[in-house]
Nanobody, 117 residues
Framework: VRLVESGGGLVQPGGSLSLSCAAS????????MSWYRQAPGKERELVAA????????DYGDSMKGRFTISRDSTKNTVSLQMNSLKPEDTAVYFC???????????WGQGTQVTVSS
């Protein structure tokens, strides 16, 4: 199983950034795909999640209306579009794949997002 994130970097407050996660080694459609983030000294928190069937989504409270998660079953990728970024969005962002029963759970290596002027 591999989850490879890309797209992180430095962006100014109010700017936008798009993250992508390429998945391989498992049946993509049977996994809930999520993005989590962890800032220094803080616990890892859910950013957004999208189901395998139906594509229903869920977002952390502070991300609603600013972030959009999507998945492409033809490419086995999950993306996170982040708009109106704030300094408090600075964190390492991790891609997560969780089997729909919860039995299997995989993580990517993370990608750094820094929001600063």
């Amino acid at each position: 199983v591999r989850l490879v994130e890309s797209g992180g970097g430095l962006v100014q407050p109010g700017g936008s950034l798009s993250l992508s996660c390429a998945a391989s080694g498992f049946t993509f459609s049977t996994y809930v795909m999520s993005w989590y983030r962890q800032a220094p000294g803080k616990e890892r928190e859910l950013v957004a999640a999208i189901s395998g069937v139906g594509g229903s989504t869920d977002y952390g409270d502070s991300m609603k209306g600013r972030f959009t998660i999507s998945r492409d079953s033809t490419k086995n990728t999950v993306s996170l579009q982040m708009n109106s970024l704030k300094p408090e969005d600075t964190a390492v962002y991790f891609c997560n794949a969780r089997y729909y029963t919860g039995r299997y759970n995989y993580w990517g290596q993370g990608t750094q997002v820094t929001v600063s002027s």
